[in-house]
């Protein structure tokens, strides 16, 4: 069933269109992501379907009586109210409810039970346990508890008032309470800001089971992967729709612009070839008729338009003057905090030319404090910080705090490289999308992604051999986020940084490092491996290996690191593909078997429709079978070639 549909709609700002011919759908318990780049118009369209604005041209219909509810970006609560009590209203209808329950119970205590008057309260008393139990009046404190466990708010927070809180902690709450009024359609708009990776987690199985439906814009494309189910691509000022998930979705727009681009090359061909003829046939008496049939031919052809798309990116790479040396870092027995608090500690671990490290942990841990106290921002409590030769260190740190607020765009870059001419400057920038008058924006009416922008800008200008960066894609859409992970992959250089980005660890990682407030391990290979390593009941199905984390570099074989990493990435690819092909295997083979067990039932043999059914359905699987067996045995074969080639 459609719970909302949006038919034709469109924005306008003046006499620019934002959005145009915006057609979408959402259906009763949908998982459905609306994705497109940073201005496109994303949050725009969520108020409209959340009703909080009109659209400008076209209608959003939605069915009876239906619930909504949205979250803005970063929107968090505002209330004089302690955690509970604010979670609390949420309930205020049961609680009227169950009042009314114990005046009908004082009542009953005091009549005749053999008065009408005690059967009618009766039965209104009866009505009104069963409503409140269907309600959930006897479950909600747990549903409250498990929430509020879920965002990381334990019983210790419960008499916390909210306006003491941070504000991502306002933001966890606000989430926590739209969960709990459980509306028949949930409207979140990036609701995984300001999420630690365990709250991600456990917000990802939670939304998978929600009985509502789900609409969801999010540059977490690790979170879309595992909750969503189709996606909304909000490009070059119009909607297209794709069923799948996230990475589902980009394949499947990189063949419809591929197929796109082939039909436009064959008409395009084809229009030249009887232009040409009609050029050079029209004014001959012999070739005439046939030049105006091309004409006619040509003025009758419905022609396709040049296939677009919202392509605007920046490109940029990381470079170095000079190798820095094996030994990039050594961290022994370190603990950090500020004023000889400490957040975390002791902590060793060793980084190697040329690992890029990924440093992961709960919110608050001090991750960020680390990286400042390796590059000496900050003084370390106790321990020992050992850096190697011959480095240059580029730092991106993610509250900007390195621009000047009160600098131009220009000058903040310029400023650095003095000697370098404007035009250069100007160059550098427009390939980060500074372009025409935003050189001359200050820096602190930037936004968010525009000061990611810069700092990213002024990082591709310098040296680096060693690069450090904290929660870099923060701010960034999409499209950014994967061209800052070719730069890393591209980079010759060493990398460490802390990230909350399960799909940008899962792109660039070969290590992570897990901290906590008592030490950190280190274990090989990306965010799936470091899963599968804490997850894994042997070792002989775990892909990755854990250690302590030691000084010691990861020994090295025959091929290079980055070599070895990137053929157990490519054999993992293979083998989760066979894994997926023979689990869809079984099902189908289960399914075959029930229906024929069904057909051998005397109540179904002689029912001929039932029988006729029964075998359609059979047949379809069947032939669903013979494809995925045929896909099983490419993808096996594709595994088998890999090992043989890689002995």
Known sequence: MILLQANDVERRFGADVLFHNINLQVQDHGRTALVGRNGAGKTTLLKMIAGITEPDEGTISKVKNLSIGYLAQDQGLDSQNNIWAELDTVFAPLHEEEKEIHQLEEQLATLDSTTDRYQQ???KYDRLQTDFKKRGGFEYES????????FGFGEEYYDTPVNALSGGQKTKLALAKILLQAPNLLILDEPTNHLDMNVLAWLEDYLKSYSGALLVVSHDRYFLDHVVKDVYDLDNRTLRHYTGNYTQFVQHKQERLKAEWKHYDQQQKKIAKLEDFVNRNIVRASTTKQAQARRKQLAKMDKLERPTTDNQSIHFHFHSDKDSGNEVLDVDQLKVGYDDQILAGPLSFAVRKPQRIGIIGPNGIGKSTLLKTLLHRIPAISGTIKLGANLEIGYYDQEQQQLHPDKTVLDEVWDDHPEVPEKD??????????????VYKVVHELSGGEKARLELTKLSFKPINFLILDEPTNHLDIDSREVLESAINEFTGTVLFVSHDRYFINQVATDIL????DGIKHYEGDYDDYLAATTATSSENSTATVTTATKAPISQGKKSYQQSKEQQRARRKLQRAVDSLEKEMGELEEQQAAIEEEMSQ???ATDIGKLTDLQKKLDGLKEK?????????DAAEKLENFDQENQ
């Open 425 to 438: 400057i100007r160059s550098l920038l427009g390939s980060f999308l500074f372009v025409g008058d935003d």
């Open 625 to 633: 079978s013979e494809e995925v067996e045929l896909e099983w045995t």
């Open 121 to 123: 309260i009766l039965k």
């Open 143 to 150: 549903r409250m508890r498990g929430i509020l466990t879920g």
């Open 514 to 517: 897990d901290m906590h407030k």
């Open 602 to 604: 005397p109540t179904v």
